[in-house]
């Protein structure tokens, strides 16, 4: 009896660690599997570091803020797998082990970016178009009666959640002019509004600021800061 719990415990832990194993994968393994459109890529870096290269469609969550990173990754869906990594491998453990508490499914990159590029893996980064300047930011909110402008990105969690919802949003109200300011391209914009959150609102009536909102909004939500 004793033996055969001896070998249960055994089993178990050589199960667990396999189990492990095969949620920490090499390159070639997570490049493959990140070709799947149904899942979510995540780069838990500092907004600085993304900025300076990432993986191609990559969302991105600072792991040492805590406070965006429960943000950004409450915008994430459960029902699809999550690849997560960082520079060499530490803060995407404990990003993945966080994120598994909650019930995701993640795979980690082993190495991080740092054996991506060991590899030769493709990157991309900042955007090179010419962002939108505050003359022609200006113009274009004086024209109009109604505009809600989105400042968001490609790569925030919660801008991505949202994205849906804004096009359905002016569906219902075409009144409203959509104007969506890019973190990335439109970097100066930003600094001028100072920008400090992902996604931020603002909301204009005959070209004069009314209202402003940071952080995910809801179809009821935009309904009401519209009015």
């Known amino acids: 009896m004793k033996n055969l719990k001896i070998l249960i415990c055994s089993l178990f832990i050589v199960t667990s660690c ?8 090499e390159v070639n393994d997570f490049a493959n599997a990140i070709k799947d459109k149904n899942i979510q890529l995540l780069d838990v870096r500092t907004k600085e570091e993304f900025g300076n290269g990432h993986i191609v469609g990559s969302l991105q969550a600072d792991w040492t803020n805590k406070a965006e990173f429960k943000v950004r990754s ?8 999550v690849y997560v990594y960082c520079l060499s491998g530490g803060r995407s453990a404990s990003a993945a082990k ?3 508490s909650e019930g995701f499914t993640v795979f980690e990159l082993k190495g991080g970016i740092t054996a991506w590029n060991y590899e030769k893996q493709p990157l991309e980064g900042l955007s ?6 505050k003359a022609e ?36 109200m075409p009144n409203v002019k959509i104007v969506k300011i890019d973190a990335d391209k439109d970097k100066e914009l930003c600094e001028t509004f100072r920008i400090k959150t992902l996604p931020t609102l603002h909301l204009y009536k005959k070209g004069k600021k009314v209202k402003e909102h940071e952080g995910f909004m809801d179809m009821g939500g935009l309904h009401e800061f519209a009015n």
């Open 18 to 25: 396999n189990a492990q194993n095969n949620q920490v994968l």
């Open 74 to 81: 409450e915008s994430l869906n459960k029902s699809k797998s």
């Open 98 to 100: 966080q994120l598994r």
């Open 128 to 133: 090179t178009e010419k962002g939108m300047s």
């Open 137 to 172: 930011f200006q113009k274009l909110i004086a024209n109009e009666e109604i505009v809600l402008v989105d400042f968001g990105a490609k790569w925030c969690p919660p801008c991505v959640k949202m994205n849906p919802i804004l096009a359905m949003f002016s569906k219902h």
